[in-house]
């Protein structure tokens, strides 16, 4: 842990994806804190809406060489890199993009990182996709990732440089693995959330798709604890890996019957074909993420279903599809 002056200084921090559903939550944390919070995001899935009005904002790539001249500017002291290709069809379509986006525009920061002095890089890997098909269930830091996708193959390369530039260079960092992140603001346009594409679809009246015959489980994590995590993340001088998740495995049958009860009425599903080469079980061991963070998953499904719910059908803007 931290000191007491370190908790109560204001940062400057980089929040790259802070556009994004997790990214602008996080944004959001960050500024009531007191910190001075920039966003660098290229729209592609975030909403200008989301920006936090209090952050400064700059409409870059993270590919891009305006990157070094906007961190060489801003003397950040943390950074927390969210911005991604996050959809694993895309990445199973179009590796090479993935890997541009998640391996080079990453390195990019982290290059940043080093070369302006960051204190330390907070990256968002994915405990959904780095382990594949894991024999170990729930699944510890400790199991031996085996991706079966470019985009699980891709973060964990981006881990590895991660650990390359702490071991050689000293920059510090630390990774979470989060489990599959649900919640208001997350994007409908992509693979990622299932929970959100089924109560946008039940909300605007359109039938769910269960792939396969349903049984494919995940462990669900709101996207309030996921924040929470980052920001005890901030506190640790931890360097390494951590998983965030419930323990829990939940399949999609079940999430189609939580929120049947959460809107007390049946919601129109069909099943669809099975996707070849998907992922069958995935749920994370949260264990070093008490000891080394104190967190622990706060929501349980049932809430956090009903508020996703209360979002969507509050929500002003239609997802741009
Ligand atoms: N959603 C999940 O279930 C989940 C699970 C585990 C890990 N993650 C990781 O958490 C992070 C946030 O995911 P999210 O669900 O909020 O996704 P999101 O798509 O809402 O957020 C990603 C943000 O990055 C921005 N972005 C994408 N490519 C960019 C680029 N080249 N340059 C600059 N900005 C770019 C997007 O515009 C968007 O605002 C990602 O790194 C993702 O891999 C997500």
């Not at 809107?263 to 994370?284: F, T, W, Y």
């Amino acid at each position: 842990m931290k000191s007491k002056a370190f908790l109560s200084e204001s940062k400057k921090i980089l929040v790259t994806g802070g556009a994004g559903f997790v990214g602008s939550t996080l944004a959001d944390e960050l500024v009531k804190l007191g910190h001075q919070v920039t966003v660098l995001d290229n729209l592609v899935t975030g909403k200008r809406e989301y920006l936090n009005p209090q952050a400064k904002f700059y409409k870059v790539d993270i590919c891009s060489d305006e990157v070094s001249r906007i961190f060489s500017q801003e003397a950040f002291d943390l950074v927390f890199h969210l911005a991604a290709q996050i959809d694993v069809r895309k990445s199973v379509e179009d590796p090479i993009f993935d890997n541009k986006v998640n391996v080079f525009g990453s390195l990019n920061i982290l290059k940043n990182c080093l070369e302006n002095k960051v204190e330390k890089i907070f990256f968002s890997s994915t405990g959904g996709a780095v382990y594949g098909d894991a024999s170990e269930i729930p699944t510890t830091e400790k199991f031996l990732p085996s991706p079966i996708c470019p985009y699980g193959i891709h973060k964990l390369t981006f881990e590895k440089y991660l650990n390359y530039y702490y071991q050689v260079y000293g920059q510090k960092y630390l990774t979470l693995r989060p489990a599959n992140i649900y919640g208001p603001r997350q994007y409908n346009g992509g693979e990622a959330g299932v929970i959100s594409i089924f109560v946008d679809n039940t909300v605007n009246k359109r039938r769910c798709i269960i792939s396969g015959d349903g049984t494919q489980t995940r462990d669900f994590v709101y996207v309030d604890d996921i924040v929470q995590a980052f920001l005890k993340a901030m506190y640790s001088n931890f360097v390494g890996e951590i998983n965030i998740g419930t323990g829990r495995e939940t399949n999609l049958l079940e999430v189609v019957k939580a929120i049947e009860t959460a809107l007390g009425n049946d919601i129109e599903k069909v099943h669809g074909p099975a996707r070849p080469g998907e992922q069958m079980r995935s749920c994370l061991d949260a264990k070093r993420a008490k000891e080394i963070l104190h967190w622990k998953a706060q929501v349980d499904l049932k809430t956090g279903i009903k508020k996703t719910i209360e979002w969507s059908k509050n929500k002003k803007h239609p997802p741009d599809l």
